[in-house]
């Protein structure tokens, strides 16, 4: 038994790097319509999820050009005159009219794959930004009392509960760079900076309306009551 190897990583929301000995590839699409990029070409397969009912179709990147006709082929007559015996076809001729039917077979499974894979990047561009539309939109709440009127605000009071510097913690509150909240006060994500801190607004309690920032680690899915 010959050795495999294949792993999937996944880059982001619908697009992932598969890893195997042939080489490696990109995938686009959520599941049911995939479009792969690889060394040797494109293959786009679209499906039923759950059903096993798929269809898939390849295109490489080196193409063979037309071939010429071949000059074995009979030339028609002339207005008028008298036709001659049927000249068979030759070998040539069929080999010909085979490959161009391929070519041309070859050329539409290109177009097919690549509409395909437009409509799987769509797919995934609609999909990732509906996360974030819906992250930005819904409703959260924070864990903790304090947000900063600036981020600096904010790493400067991270800094001093950090190592327990209550005159620091005072000294920012006193200079309103920082701004108490009740617990489970409702807010909304503006943005999302470096996966660590959140720019947000306010939207419950004596602050409603007023941005600020907060570690990404106080923002809750849930209240706590």
């Not at 010959?2 to 996944?10: D, E, Q």
């Not at 470096?194 to 923002?219: Q, T």
């Amino acid at each position: 038994m010959g050795f495999r190897f294949f792993k999937r990583i996944r880059l982001a929301t619908g697009i992932t790097m598969n890893l195997s000995k042939s080489g490696a590839s990109v995938s686009f699409g959520p599941r049911g319509a995939k479009f792969t990029l690889g060394r040797r070409g494109a293959r786009g397969t679209i499906g039923l999820p759950g059903t096993g009912m798929h269809y898939t179709t390849t295109s490489s990147w080196a193409h063979k050009g037309k071939k010429a006709s071949s000059p074995h082929a009979p030339t028609p007559p002339a207005f008028g005159s008298h036709p001659g015996p049927t000249v068979p076809v030759s070998a040539d001729a069929r080999a010909s009219e085979t490959s161009d039917s391929k070519t041309q077979s070859q050329r539409s499974g290109a177009t097919l794959l690549w509409v395909l894979g437009i409509i799987v990047v769509i797919l995934v561009w609609h999909g990732l930004a509906g996360r974030h539309n819906q992250d930005t939109s819904m409703v959260r709440f924070l864990d903790a009392p304090y947000v900063g009127k600036d981020k600096e605000s904010l790493q400067a009071m991270i800094s001093a509960r950090y190592v327990k510097d209550n005159a620091a913690e005072n000294q920012l509150i006193a200079e309103n760079r920082i701004f108490t909240v009740a617990a489970d006060t409702k807010v909304r994500i503006i943005e999302i900076q470096n996966d660590k801190y959140v720019h947000l607004r306010i939207v419950s309690g004596p602050h409603a309306g007023e941005d600020g920032w907060v570690s990404r680690s106080w923002v809750k899915y849930e209240p706590t009551t």
